[in-house]
């Protein structure tokens, strides 16, 4: 047996009470009052360029990278939550079929990787990266999750680039609400 093969879903899988958090999230909605929404870039959800693009190649279910050698990384958003892949980190195949969107950051750009040991790597960095974002919702105060979600993002990327995410998606990434993200987003312009 290869290493591909000990390697299941249940590995990716967010702690429930997250999931639980994410579907009362889901259910009230995501702010559809206009007056309630961040004046900035990272308001809403709505389309990026090339991200129907880019979300019809995750959903084709071939097995695709995030460009390890730039700042980037893609934000799919699933039914009840979100996860991120950061450079090197695989996309596609059989774990994000069910991705609704697709939100590229930074200088983004999907590779196909090349060779078993490869994709097996892709792997790896993707349970990094889901294993990080588990770290940021273990936290208990919903205002800290979303400070340390914009804390992190804003050390690997830049205040600019993170400025444009949507504080919908980083809400889904975290198990807050957009308006705590938000609250952490003007606390942050404070400081």
């Known amino acids: 047996m290869n290493n591909l093969d000990r390697w299941s879903i249940a590995d990716l899988i967010i702690h429930p009470a997250l999931i639980l958090t994410l579907a009362i999230f889901i259910r009230a909605g995501f702010s559809a009052d206009p007056d309630l929404r961040h004046r900035h870039l990272g308001t809403d959800l709505t389309e990026h360029p090339h991200s129907s693009d880019i979300l019809a190649e995750i959903n084709s ?84 999750r979303a400070q340390m979600i914009l804390t992190q993002f804003e050390q690997y990327l830049d205040s600019e680039t993170v400025a444009q995410i949507p504080d919908e998606a980083l809400a889904l990434l975290v198990g807050v609400f957009p308006e705590t993200i938000r609250a952490a987003r003007q606390g942050n312009d404070r400081l």
């Open 61 to 144: 279910g071939k097995l695709l990278m995030v460009d390890s050698r730039r700042r980037n990384g893609l934000i799919l958003i699933k039914r009840f939550h979100a996860e991120f892949a950061g450079p090197g980190a695989a996309v596609g195949g059989a774990f994000d079929v069910n991705s609704v969107q697709a939100i590229p950051v930074g200088d983004f750009c999907l590779v196909c990787p090349q060779s078993p040991e490869e994709r097996q790597k892709a792997f790896g960095i993707r349970r990094h990266w889901v294993r990080l974002m588990e770290q940021l919702t273990a936290k208990p105060a919903a205002l800290e």
